[in-house]
């Protein structure tokens, strides 16, 4: 096996991926972990990080983490740049982490303008950089807990808008009278009924009349009536709230310049379908991208802090 350069990790709330990097920047091994940083104990963040990579953390193979870990609830707090950044911006404020080994956390990037609006970011903006966009003005979505809507230009993330759609599809899955009428488990959209049920979600929030609260509590409503069967029934809420999403962001991108452009999504495989799903169902086509575009943007990022060669 290659000798490895360099470590990146993409450290988030509940999981955590990592990367083993050859000298030219190829990937040599992956690892996924449950260890997101809400599951590490009393805050031992290094004896959680060697359990992940398997051995010992040798000390002259740079570490470089993004995401959650650069939080206040993590090893330590990298604080935010400000929109415009780029690969040079975020290599320019890398947090040291103390201790003895050479480990780096990538800040996240903030939106702060006069006018009230507020929005972060941890993590996504290494996976953004790591697609390498050209100098145009591009469309990157990145579905997620929390998705984000980025706008990027000349390698440089210039604005992002936050969704709390994830949270807000566990939260009314699993938390509200909606979560009686829904099986434990979701189905995928390559099931029939399942996919005419997301689409049918879709419609009703991209409507000129969607009226998404209302829309929501229907859902128990049909299934009382025994209109809508309970595994149905996911599909349907998820339907409505990535609709409405998709909905309010592009009436953003007018406002952005962005009409008509084709997004950049980037996600794991089921969230992926999804939003290609609906992306296609408002008129749009994509393109996608992979998770381990955070590992290229971690690479970009180590190599302008002259972490490698």
């Known amino acids: ?86 690969v040079a911006t975020l290599a320019d404020q890398l947090q040291p982490v103390p201790g003895d080994i050479d480990a780096w956390i990538v800040p996240g990037v903030a939106v702060r303008e006069a006018d009230g609006r507020r929005d972060v970011m941890r993590g996504e903006e290494t996976q953004i950089l790591g697609a390498q966009l050209g100098s145009a003005r591009q469309l990157v979505v990145l579905p997620g807990t929390h998705c984000k809507w980025v706008v990027v230009e000349d390698g440089r993330i210039l604005d992002f808008v936050t969704f709390m759609t994830g949270e807000m599809y566990q939260a009314l899955r699993r938390h509200t009278i909606l979560a009686r009428l829904m099986p434990e488990a979701d189905a995928g959209l390559d099931d029939e009924a399942v996919r005419h049920s997301f689409v ?11 009226r998404l609260m209302q829309s929501l509590f229907s859902i128990r409503a049909r299934g009382l009536f025994d209109e809508l069967p309970p595994e149905l029934a996911p599909a349907l809420l998820s339907g409505l709230l990535i609709g409405a999403e998709i909905g309010e962001g592009l009436a953003l991108c007018r406002r952005w310049g962005l009409g008509g452009i ?20 408002a008129g749009l086509a994509t393109t996608t991208g992979n998770e381990d575009l955070g590992a290229s943007g971690l690479w970009r990022i180590a190599q302008q802090r002259n972490l490698v060669a």
Do not use: K
């Open 200 to 210: 049918a979600g879709l419609s009703t929030s991209l409507s000129g009349e969607a």
């Open 1 to 86: 096996m290659s000798r490895t350069a360099l470590i990146g990790v993409d450290w988030g709330t509940t999981s955590m991926r990592l990367w083993r990097f050859s000298s030219d920047g190829g990937i040599i091994a992956r690892q996924r972990s449950d260890l997101g940083i809400l599951n590490v104990a009393d805050g031992q963040f290094g004896a959680a990080l060697a359990a992940v990579a398997g051995e010992s953390l040798a000390t002259d193979v740079p570490i470089l983490m993004s995401g959650m870990i650069g939080s206040r609830q993590g090893w330590v707090e990298a604080p935010y740049v400000m929109c415009p950044a780029d």
């Open 262 to 281: 084709a997004p950049l999504v980037i996600g794991g495989d089921i969230l992926l379908a999804r939003y290609q799903t609906a992306f296609r169902h």
